[in-house]
């Protein structure tokens, strides 16, 4: 690629990490269906077309930008999602929509000049809502596509001032009609969240698995009580049995191997949470990640242990009131190949790793052939105002997914 | 009194608690400000002026009855608070209201029939914003009146939803001018929120003393990241860190004598709180409560302690926002024999009882001679759907605040 290609991505990309940006900082909030997310849709709908492409939206409001080759072949698909968590980077998930929009610019203007190579037209996708801050799930978009969430729950979905996603993303002019199209195949590419990749000087991941996770919903259930007045024997205390479960979580980790479990409880909510009143109930949100289903196992018993002292000691009932899990989920094999075979051809260091996060290929790999791909973020610092990935690694990974992009559109993984 | 008196404040009493009625419940959810508080002042103010009192509302929304029976000279003032917690009881300050709007109107009658009696007029409180759940600090409208809080300050405090007690007051037309009335003394009557009285048998609580207190608002900083990707080890989780203060603050009691140091957390607000991000920071507020202030001096000490080892373990910071405390803090003695003397005549037992929470009349008795009396509440269940008091626990507490208010009608405390 030249260097006039490189720049027209990273003029692009300036603009593109304006919407949502957060006054005095560099990160972005840009939360699903929010205004700073229309206003970028918007804008991003006006660059795929500028290029060509026609822009689509599903029912649940994927935005798509599909340009035909081949009349009637099916579809090689590339993209991430453009929504952010609350005061967030302004690289995750964005750059893997911006960089699969530029690799299929540079893949569209070679097919059109040598149409004999195209075996599959070309799309784009800006996946609604992988972040699940505001409207949880998490990667809503990608799994009402794939059939894994109906239609009907993700839309009811509400944020907590009651707004519903049909609301939030119909008020946008964001739903469209489900999308008639096969997809061949499917790429993306993401800043690494976390920082190994970095340190071992590498600049392209191969994504090979995903690692087993345990997450849990509590409600620890106490009662009112005045929080002065009130003797202490005759509490019982919600928040300090939620607690109680952070702290455990937290020890937990000391209990494996180093880097064998992350646990984390990011979300806490107290009712009536008032100065002077006991908490009758709270909910919060709880996580054990490991590479080994094993750790899962272990980690899930003891903590269901500290559960029961809990409820025991605190005289609070603890319900799991909704959990899910998944084993250690590999990649497909070809792709890996695949992708590895690219990174040498363009000279780029590369090495297997392994994402902790689930990313929309989570759903995508189990429906047809996928790649992952990863580029190197500072000191691995994600969901977070100061995210930063340098230029030459954004444009390296830009580089690594139009040749991936390319392999896919001539046939590569299908054939 | 007559059967006829008490079943005319039973009556009112039913009436009185059905504003803000959570459905299927005996409770209430009557927060300050709100159009349950609304409906009720509308419906109070009636009932006052069918008894033949004046209704005003000064520059904080306090609402006052005032009946002058000797023109020019000084009030009576007897009160307490109709507001509440979300999901409360019923009895929880409006008890006092009712009460002191009861005795008033018993007085009233008295004195018009001999008003050769009377040396001061009559005027019953119905104070704004005692819980301090909507709107904090609590306590807001007898410390405005008692000139311990600005009234700017007051007016522009807001709720989480970022109405102002200005706007929420001013909406329900419950705000006006400075009153120029000159208090002679105060009294007030609430149910007790403890089971002592209960447990010991005692009808009628002269409450002598309040318990010392220190109460903090603590800010914990940390650094937002992925809460699954990032390193366990490169964490600054604020999470872990408030959650840390909380088990410590409870683990703090066990050091004491039973019963010698009560501890709360009943509000922590957690940002972003986001369930796959790390939180950045938390706010929380946190008391310590003992009869002796030596006690919360040591636990203070301790609590500190904790804090410093909190910081340098979890590598975070924990600020402290805003304190205060106070000492143990006496009751006028006066007021108390007042108080024994006309419950001896009315033959109703009695004892001594510090209150562990702070009342209006924490504010009042500064300024003026003060008379503060408790009734029994069952169980001493508090801040709670299910807080009761009996009906005769109830009537008896009237007829004692009655001749309290009858003997400072007539000139007690202040020759």
Tied chains: 1, 2.
Excluded at 117 to 131: D, P, S
Excluded at 291 to 312: D, G, N
Aim: with cysteine.
């Amino acid at each position: 690629m030249t260097q006039q290609h490189d720049d027209a991505f990273l003029a692009d990309w300036a603009v593109h990490t304006r919407f949502g940006a957060v006054p005095g900082t560099n990160g972005v909030d840009r939360q699903a269906g929010t205004e700073p997310d229309g206003e970028q849709r918007r804008w991003f709908a006006e660059l795929l077309e500028s290029h060509g492409f026609t822009v689509k939206r599903d029912e649940i409001g994927n935005q798509f930008g599909l340009l035909e080759l081949v009349p009637g072949a099916p579809y090689v698909l590339t993209g991430s999602h453009m929504d952010s968590q609350p005061t967030a980077g302004r690289f995750d998930g964005a750059y893997g929509v911006m960089a699969s929009a530029h690799a299929c610019f540079r893949v569209a203007d070679e097919l059109r000049a040598d149409p004999s190579k195209a075996r599959y037209n070309l799309a784009v996708v800006n996946w609604f809502n992988e972040e699940g801050s505001r409207f949880k799930p998490s990667m809503m978009g990608s799994s009402v596509f794939t059939g894994k969430m109906p239609l009907e729950d993700a839309l009811a979905t509400t944020d907590h001032a009651g707004v519903s996603v049909a609301e939030a993303m119909g008020g946008l002019g964001e739903l469209g009609e489900k999308l008639g199209i096969d997809v061949a195949s499917y790429a993306e590419i993401h800043v690494q969240q976390g920082r190994s990749m970095e340190e071992d000087g590498v600049t392209i991941g191969l994504v090979d698995a995903t690692w087993a996770a345990h997450k849990f919903e509590f409600k620890v259930t106490g009662e009112q009580a005045h929080s002065g007045s009130t003797l202490m024997a005759d509490r019982r205390d919600a928040l300090l049995g939620a607690a109680r479960l952070v702290v455990a979580a937290r020890e937990l980790v000391d209990r494996f191997e180093p880097e064998a479990l992350h646990t984390a409880c990011g979300e806490l909510n107290v009712y009536p949470n008032s100065p002077v009143v006991v908490a009758s109930e709270v909910g919060l949100l709880l996580d054990l990640r490991s590479p080994s289903a094993e750790v899962i196992r272990e980690a899930h018993r003891m903590l269901m242990e500290t559960v029961e002292q809990v409820q025991r000691e605190d005289r609070v009932e603890i319900e799991v009131v909704a959990e899910h899990s998944w084993d250690r989920n590999p990649y497909p094999e070809a792709g890996v190949a695949l992708a590895a075979e690219v990174a040498a051809e363009l000279g780029l260091t590369n090495s297997r790793v392994m994402t902790v996060a689930g990313h929309d290929s989570t759903n995508m790999k189990d429906d047809v052939p996928t790649v992952m791909l990863f580029v190197p973020s500072v000191n691995g610092v994600s969901h977070n105002l100061n995210e930063f990935t340098r230029d030459e690694d954004l444009i390296a990974g830009l580089n690594q997914l139009t040749g991936v992009v390319r392999r896919l559109a001539e046939g590569a993984l299908t054939e």
